[in-house]
């Protein structure tokens, strides 16, 4: 696609279910980001894939929190056993180099009641 | 700890005029700093970035300027304009050595709202 696409746009959801984000990136990048922005905060970075392999998930912060990739493509972020503090906009970002200056989806709100 | 700080929440300017939004940093690693532009319920987009080695880079009415002794950074717009306004976040990475898979750490952000 011509950008960075991310579904659902929006999600509640009771505190103990799972949740699964997805993110589409743009065709042919291989580097792809989730970042996540809690409010009045800045994107904290959660996991940086290059490929289907992911080099850095130090910004995971639970083991409630796990991605995939798949076909250097598609991924998702599934949080398990969601927590009030879990509520933020999740966001996906793609490029074809891990340089920077990438592209961002306009993210997931999710919140969890 | 906050490695990228943007310590005015917002900012308000009148139209025409320059806005002046600054960033300050901690980490002596960071060598690649980038400013990103974001409306509301949308992704934060890309502006204009700097390399450690340069003290200024300008792409039209953008301008950054990095102090590296001091360890700050600052975006100067001019002149401002009403579709300015929007939250603005600093973001660093550390690009020498090739580790940091441009794993970006950003500011807070600053609210810019520009007067007509």
């Known amino acids: 696609g011509a950008g960075v696409s991310q579904s659902p746009s929006n999600k509640v959801t009771e505190k103990g279910k799972d949740v699964e984000l997805r993110c589409d990136p743009i065709?042919?990048?291989?580097?792809l980001y989730w970042y996540r922005q809690r409010l009045g905060q800045g994107l904290e970075f959660l996991i940086y894939f290059q490929g289907n392999s992911a080099p850095d998930k130090s910004g995971l912060p639970s083991d409630r929190f796990s991605a995939e990739r798949t076909g250097e493509s598609v991924s998702t972020l599934t949080i398990q056993r969601t927590q009030q503090e879990d509520s933020a906009v999740y966001l996906c970002?793609?490029?074809?180099?891990?340089?920077?200056?990438?592209?961002f989806g306009s993210g997931t709100r999710l919140t969890v009641v | 700890d906050q490695q990228v700080k943007q310590n005015s929440p917002s900012l308000s300017v009148q139209e025409g005029r320059i806005s002046i939004l600054n960033c300050d940093y901690t980490n002596s690693m960071f060598d690649y700093f980038l400013w990103y532009k974001k409306y509301p319920a949308e992704g934060p987009t890309f502006l204009i970035s700097i390399s450690s080695i340069k003290d200024k880079n300008e792409d039209g009415r953008f301008t950054v300027f990095l102090n590296k002794s001091a360890k700050h950074l600052s975006l100067h717009i001019v002149p401002s304009q009403p579709g300015d306004s929007a939250v603005y976040f600093c973001a660093a990475t550390a690009r020498a050595g090739g580790t940091s898979y441009g794993k970006l750490t950003f500011g807070q952000g600053t609210i810019l709202t520009v007067h007509p």
């Open positions: 065709s042919g990048h291989t580097a």
């Open positions: 970002a793609s490029s074809p180099r891990a340089i920077g200056g990438y592209t």
